[in-house]
Nanobody
């Protein structure tokens, strides 16, 4: 089991950027695939991006070209750089850890540990 803590959310104007971070307490962080999901009010949680232990990435179509997932295994941290933000990106963003990486890991059931979330609000 790994503990995950997100940070970096906030209020930003449309077109702006944020860098979300997810710090892990686990010693085996480098062996996990990591993912970012988000949940907007009244909507189901949806996949945003995933990264394998070796750095392979996969993105939801809605964020391709605007969001970038990366990881620093030395710091036990995964990042989500979010650029060109739109009001529809407003949501609570969660990071999650998975033991396996299928090449996409878009299903929340691929993941076994979750953070508490960080709020991103984009004003128009």
């Amino acid at each position: 089991q790994v503990q995950l803590v997100e940070s970096g959310g906030g209020l930003v104007q449309a077109g702006g950027s944020l860098r979300l971070s997810c710090a892990s307490s686990g010693r085996t962080f480098s062996s996990y695939a990591m993912g970012w999901f988000r949940q907007a009010p009244g909507k189901e949680r949806e996949f945003v991006a995933a990264i394998s232990w070796s750095g392979s990435t996969h993105y939801a179509d809605s964020v391709k070209g605007r969001f970038t997932i990366s990881r620093d295994n030395a710091k036990n941290t995964v990042y989500l750089q979010v650029n060109s933000l739109k009001p529809e990106d407003t949501a609570v963003y969660y990071c999650a850890a998975a033991t396996y990486y299928s090449g996409s890991n878009t299903d929340e059931y691929d993941y076994h540990d979750w953070g508490q979330g960080t709020q991103v609000t984009v004003s128009s």
